[in-house]
């Protein structure tokens, strides 16, 4: 099983990034997935999920209006799409998989976003 998230990097502040997990190794379409993050000296916290389908996504209110789960169940591929970016926003972001029917979880290895001028 491997979760590989890309898309990571520095950016100024009102910027954007898209960022992408991989999954491979599981039935990626009976899985639910989600993007949490992690800021320097903070808990892991939830930032978007969305379902199997892709028909119900769910966002922390900080991301709200600015982020945009979305997947690709024929490549296997779960992306957040990150606008109008904050320096509140520097963490790694981390890729999760949830079974929809086990709840067994695979976490990928997280990807740096750093907003700063």
């Known amino acids: 099983v491997q979760l590989v998230e890309s898309g990571g990097g520095l950016v100024q502040p009102g910027g954007s990034l898209k960022l992408s997990c991989a999954a491979s190794?599981?039935?990626?379409?009976?899985?639910?997935m989600s993007w949490y993050r992690q800021a320097p000296g903070k808990g892991r916290e939830l930032v978007a999920a969305i379902t199997s389908t892709g028909g119900t996504t769910n966002y922390a209110d900080s991301v709200k209006g600015r982020f945009t789960i979305s997947r690709d169940n024929a490549k296997n591929t779960v992306y957040l799409q990150m606008n109008s970016l904050k320096p509140e926003d520097t963490a790694v972001y981390y890729c999760?998989?949830?079974?929809?029917?086990?709840?067994?979880?695979?976490w990928g290895q997280g990807t740096q976003v750093t907003v700063s001028s």
């Open positions: 999760n998989a949830r079974n929809t029917v086990t709840g067994r979880l695979y």
């Open positions: 190794g599981f039935t990626f379409s009976r899985f639910s």
